[in-house]
């Protein structure tokens, strides 16, 4: 028995992409269309386990994907959470929970699933601007 | 960049570890108590990929998990389908999709977490009493 997936729905794939791997930086991995059930389904993963991926359902016809309270988050680990938060600040991501421990940090994906970065290792020395950046929103 | 983890809420922590444990197959790795937080943390994982972790969250005070859309489910393989539905079916779980096609099937968690079941390699030839076994609710 081995873990394969998580999958999420989507609303937009260049938005979702953008997100998942320009600013946050998985792969895509492949990717299925099925003209009969009208939907595409992306596959991506991070380096580090290419095996256990993440995906993206996007139905062709239009959906309405509140969020449920059963479900928590995904999470990643990161090299440097504090240059990894960087990136997605500059790119224009809010860090709902910033790094402040040098350690954890939560942010959203366009459709609201809340994603985990966890520091590689030990806890970052704490540092500016994260140590006195506060919340934003919950996550 | 390594995926850690999807983390899911629980309400019961004997009825999840039941499920996730003794009727689906993933095994505790470890577990982590927080008397000020109020919660606790059980990570679970499947043999096949034991970095890939389902994490279970139980908060000590009473909480409501609805259900929400724009998650969708978190995916296994497993080496038999029929008969990983069969020990699921023989423990009580309702097969909501059962594997008609030798290949899928769906089931639910305790708290609504909907989760797929994947042949590993290529389908089973169809067999009853899956071929004929009608859908239950939705997954």
Redesign the interface.
Known sequence: ?????????IHDIDKSLDFYCNKL??KEQRRYDSDTGRYTLIFL?????K??L??L?YNWDP?????????????????NIYL?CQKLCDAGVTINRPPRDGYMAFIRSP???SI?L?Q?GSALKPAEPWASMPNTGHW
């Not at 993963?45 to 386990?49: E, F, K, V, W």
């Not at 309405?64 to 990643?76: K, T, V």
């Open positions: 028995m081995k873990y394969l997936h998580t999958m999420i729905r930086g998985l993963a991070a380096d580090g386990n095996s256990a993440l995906e359902t959906e309405s994907y509140n969020e449920g309270r059963n479900f928590g988050h995904i999470a990643y680990e990161v090299e990894s459709d609201n699933i985990e966890l590689a």
